[in-house]
Nanobody, 127 residues
Framework: QVQLVESGGGLVQAGGSLRLSCAASGRTFSTYVMGWFRKAPGKEREFVVGISGSGDTTDYVDFVKGRFTITRDNAKNTVYLQMNSLKPEDTAVYYC????????????????????WGKGTPVTVSS
């Protein structure tokens, strides 16, 4: 069983930055595809970004490209999401997710099959 604990959310003004962290339990962390999804009020959950187990491959949704950066530190069992140039439309609860089996592409396309989820950390961007 893998547990994911997010931190780093909060309130920030438009144009500001936040760094989210996701700490994972488990000894095989480096084999897991990891990523972030978000859910805004009144909207469906949506994929934001994913990263391969080695960290060599990433997959960003278009609306965060150039603003968000995902990295992982397998020695610390932690994934990070650096969010810059935040916009009010980035306001959402951000969820860390992990899966030991599915590919990075499938991670984006089929979130219902992702095995492990954190409880989420709220991000509010004021205008």
């Amino acid at each position: 069983q893998v547990q994911l604990v997010e931190s780093g959310g909060g309130l920030v003004q438009a144009g500001g930055s936040l760094r989210l962290s996701c700490a994972a339990s488990g000894r095989t962390f480096s084999t897991y595809v990891m990523g972030w999804f978000r859910k805004a009020p009144g909207k469906e959950r949506e994929f934001v970004v994913g990263i391969s187990g080695s960290g060599d491959t990433t997959d960003y949704v278009d609306f965060v490209k150039g603003r968000f950066t995902i990295t992982r530190d397998n020695a610390k069992n932690t994934v990070y999401l650096q969010m810059n140039s935040l916009k009010p439309e980035d306001t959402a609860v951000y969820y860390c997710a992990a899966d030991p089996v599915i590919s990075l592409g499938y991670f984006r396309r089929s979130p219902t099959t992702v095995h492990y989820w954190g409880k989420g950390t709220p991000v509010t961007v004021s205008s």
